[in-house]
């Protein structure tokens, strides 16, 4: 069998353009946001794309889930949105996998977001904070707090697109018109490019008619957009992230292991779908 060289994250085939920002966002809480920003940007990272996962929810959440610790004597997203330390800065590196990197949150972004209501083009602080180091990598996942105020709205405005969690459970639609609204508004004037990701039926349980008339709805309002991936209810995910690890080293064989990698899949291949596309249009 012939042998493939390794990708390394500086080789020559890794430039292969600008990182591809997917906010996760759902402005309800609970619904797997942190635990698909944690487990997509491992198995993604595993998979060679060099991966980011941005935690911009003061909860912490993914910086903790992803065991990065000692956020106190290192800048965080808080202080480069305010402007106190460029994104570069407050990377973390090499977190479990080489091709894993992590900007960590704390607390104090409870205050950013307050802070930020007077500054200057106050919604592009993020994109603008992002463009340096959006050659470093292939994505960059930002975990959104479960609000729709300045932060998501920051976020929304840095992305390429939008990745919505759902949660298979009674109302799970409720709600979503709300962050569509959002989507839209901020297609209208910060970010006309924005897209629609894809929508990610998470703690889904085949065996119950409600996840599955969840899935159907899903797939009458958002067609192919909806992964065939869908998250099963899987406690090794609840579990993972208290050993500050991501479920593919936690528990790979569990089923919520397999279901997140068979997601990044589904995630590069569109990538690569988009790219080739791209590239026949300038072709012509
Ligand atoms: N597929 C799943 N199976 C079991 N538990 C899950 C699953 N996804 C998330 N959880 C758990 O549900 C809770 C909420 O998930 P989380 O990812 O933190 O949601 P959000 O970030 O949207 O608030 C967490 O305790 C998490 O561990
Ligand atoms: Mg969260």
Redesign the pocket.
Known sequence: MPILPRRTKDSPDQKNGMAHVIAIA?Q?????????AINLGASLAVAEQRTLVLDI?PQG?ATSGLGVEDRNSRPTVYNVLIGQSPAKDAIVREVHFPFLDVIPSTRDLVGAEIELVSAFQRETILRQALAPILDDYDFILV?CP?SLGLLTINTLTAANSVLI?IQCEFYALEGLSQLLNTVRLVQRGLNPSLDVEGVLL??YDKRLNLSRQVGEEAREYFGPKVYRSA?????R??EA?SFGQPIVLYDVLSS?AQAYLSLANEVIEARNRARSSAAAETAR
């Open positions: 759902n309800k809480g609970g619904v797997g946001k942190t635990t698909t929810d959440n975990d479960p969690p998470t703690m998250i099963p209810r899987n406690v995910l609840a992230p919520g």
